[in-house]
């Protein structure tokens, strides 16, 4: 475990930064904290679930659980950092606008942006500003440069070059006020499965997590599965049982209450286990509680299909992200496919 120490001179370098190491060793102390049962930081967790009904306990561990063992281990940290060029000129000024839809889905680019040793300005979701701020308050005490070299803000003017994250209707926000600056501006994505039927019970039940975690909001939610003609889908809908809890939740309910009324107005077909609603429909994004599936005669073509779309975040199946293992992002699996910390270390 690395000692969590207070900055000295001899963690800076010569223009007075936090030298790359003393960054991953921050960032390994906030690692071991986040992992622990402090009860401040347990405190700060009861406040954030109780700020934003879609964070439950469980969806809150399982994003800082991911943090902490994919991104802030000493050895990841520095094999990352190993395929960057050092930055030896003086750094930028980057504003970064941060999405709210799962716990801490920002903290990535928060990773970046401190790691690649340039000055932050962020604006937080009000759905998850609660956790970040926090643990910007930890790394300070830990290192009072980082107070200086990232800083929240409700309006940001004056940056170098510019990271946002929102939805395709933001999106053209972003790029009206951002566009003449170096930028990186994400849209809407989601990411499917491709089934071909001799999956195994198990490799379902992960499948589930995939479809369900954080309910079913992150983009790397499995939102469409693309089957083989023939595909016994009662086999999928029992499968997802496992999540038939989720029901109970009321925000969850009131999605599949309202989507089970129109599906009925409309005529339109569909299955159900009491707590998801299969539909055919080509489009891969579906609402919460809905699960789309579509069926294809040839898996190369479909393969090819997907791996071009804009809209496909990540795909799930054989030869492909294993099941149960879309919510479990590596540092360098990067939103919409852009490389954050190669955009960073080249401004």
């Not at 700060?44 to 306990?57: G, M, Q």
């Not at 510019?162 to 926000?173: C, D, H, L, P």
């Not at 009324?261 to 994004?285: D, G, H, Q, R, W």
Request: aromatic share 10%; charged share 20%; proline share 3%.
């Amino acid at each position: 475990m690395v000692s969590w120490g207070k900055v000295t001179t001899s963690h800076q370098n010569a223009n007075g930064m936090l030298s790359v190491d003393k960054r991953i060793d921050l960032m390994v102390g906030l690692g071991d904290y986040i992992s622990s049962d402090n009860e401040e930081w347990i405190e700060v967790k009861h406040r954030a679930v109780s700020a934003n009904s879609w964070f439950t306990a469980g969806n809150v561990d399982l994003a800082v659980n991911n943090i902490a063992t994919n991104f802030l281990k000493a050895n990841r940290l520095r094999q990352w950092v190993s395929q960057y060029p050092s930055q030896h000129a003086a750094p930028k000024l980057v504003g970064i606008v941060m999405a709210g839809n799962i716990p801490l889905v920002g903290f990535h680019d928060l990773l970046c942006g401190i790691i690649s040793g340039h000055n932050l300005l962020i604006k937080l979701s009000t759905k998850d500003n609660i956790l970040i701020t926090h643990l910007l308050h930890k790394l300070s005490e830990q290192a009072p440069e980082i107070k200086e070299q990232v800083k929240i803000a409700d309006t940001l003017k004056g940056c170098d070059a510019y990271i946002a994250t929102g939805s395709n209707n933001t999106a053209r926000y972003f790029e009206q006020y951002f566009g003449k600056y170096p930028n990186i501006i994400r849209k809407n994505r989601t990411s499917v499965a491709i089934l071909d039927g001799s999956e195994t019970p198990e490799e379902l039940s992960l499948l589930a997590d995939d479809i369900f975690s954080y309910f079913g909001l992150g983009c790397r939610n499995v939102t469409q599965v693309c089957l083989p003609h023939g595909y016994d889908l009662n086999i999928l809908l029992e499968a997802c049982k496992k999540y038939e809890d989720l029901i109970i939740h009321h925000k969850y309910k009131h999605n599949y209450d309202y989507y089970l009324a129109i599906y009925l107005l409309n005529k339109v077909p569909y299955i159900t286990n009491n707590s998801l609603l299969m539909v055919e429909n080509a489009l891969p994004f579906s609402a919460v509680s809905v699960l789309h599936y579509r069926y294809y005669d040839d898996k190369q073509s479909l393969e090819k299909e997907l791996s071009e779309s804009d809209d496909i975040q990540c795909i799930v199946g054989k030869g492909h992200t294993a099941f149960g293992a879309a919510q479990s992002p590596q540092l360098n699996d990067y939103a919409d496919g852009i490389d954050t910390m190669k955009f960073l270390c080249g401004l």
